[in-house]
């Protein structure tokens, strides 16, 4: 099993530009979730999904968008990228009783 | 809202003494409770988790944690510290009932001093 796997590890973006952070996990995990961490802030949830088709926001969603088409897929896309969104993101998933298993996280610079 | 307080931001501790990192978290019903670790550059990992029933819990690496409802406290504790546990930790508790979104506290970064 792989586990959680996020790509890419390291972005540079220009503001306004758009991208995708990509997020995979094998385990049939029905929960996913997002997490951005910055220096001090430990880490904050952005979305989270608790299946196929149905997401929620957390405590900073705004400037994020989030789809949960698959069990195995839950991309994260900034549609227009701020300074503000540099930071280092995590995407988790888990199973009912068990706590969140971490990617090894997506560092993210917008200049 | 539910929250989670870390009160220590940094915390040194000799190679070999007992440590304790203090959480504490607010939540009105009965909460998931969460203690990972993070070494510099990497992903989190689980050390251990609170759902119910004992509230001593066991997990890796020789910590363990206990959950104390009357002072809305799960704090973390490890016997005797080992160099290699220098690391960054936090708290986190679930913020709904099913524990799917969890609400992190800032963290404490452990150091360790021979």
């Known amino acids: 099993n792989a586990g959680v796997t996020q790509t890419p590890k390291f972005q540079v973006l220009k503001t306004g530009q758009s991208m995708t952070l990509q997020c995979a996990q094998d385990?049939?995990?029905?929960?996913m979730s997002w997490y951005r961490q910055d220096p001090g802030m430990g880490l904050r949830l952005i979305h989270y999904s608790v299946g196929a088709g149905i997401t929620d926001q957390g405590e900073v969603p705004n400037g994020y968008n989030v789809s949960r088409s698959t069990t195995e897929d839950f991309p994260l896309r900034l549609l227009s990228a701020a300074p503000s969104q540099t930071s280092v993101y995590f995407c988790?998933?888990?199973?009912?009783?068990?706590?969140?298993?971490f990617g090894s996280g997506t560092r993210l610079t917008v200049v | 809202a539910q929250s989670v307080t870390q009160p220590d931001i940094h915390i040194t501790v000799s190679e070999g003494a007992s440590l304790e990192l203090r959480c504490n978290y607010s939540?009105?019903?009965?909460?998931?409770l969460f203690w990972y670790v993070q070494s510099p550059g990497q992903g989190l990992q689980l050390l251990l988790k609170?759902?119910?029933?004992?509230?001593l819990v066991q997990g890796i690496k020789g910590f363990e944690a206990e959950f104390k409802r009357s002072q809305s406290s799960f704090n973390l504790r490890k016997p005797s510290v080992h160099w290699s546990d220098a690391a960054e930790y936090f708290c986190a508790v679930g913020a709904n009932q099913a524990g799917t979104a969890l609400i992190f506290g800032k963290g404490t970064t452990l150091s360790v001093s021979s």
């Open positions: 939540y009105g019903a009965t909460p998931y």
């Open positions: 385990m049939n995990h029905e929960y």
């Open positions: 988790a998933s888990k199973a009912d009783n068990y706590g969140y298993t």
């Open positions: 609170y759902f119910s029933g004992d509230t």
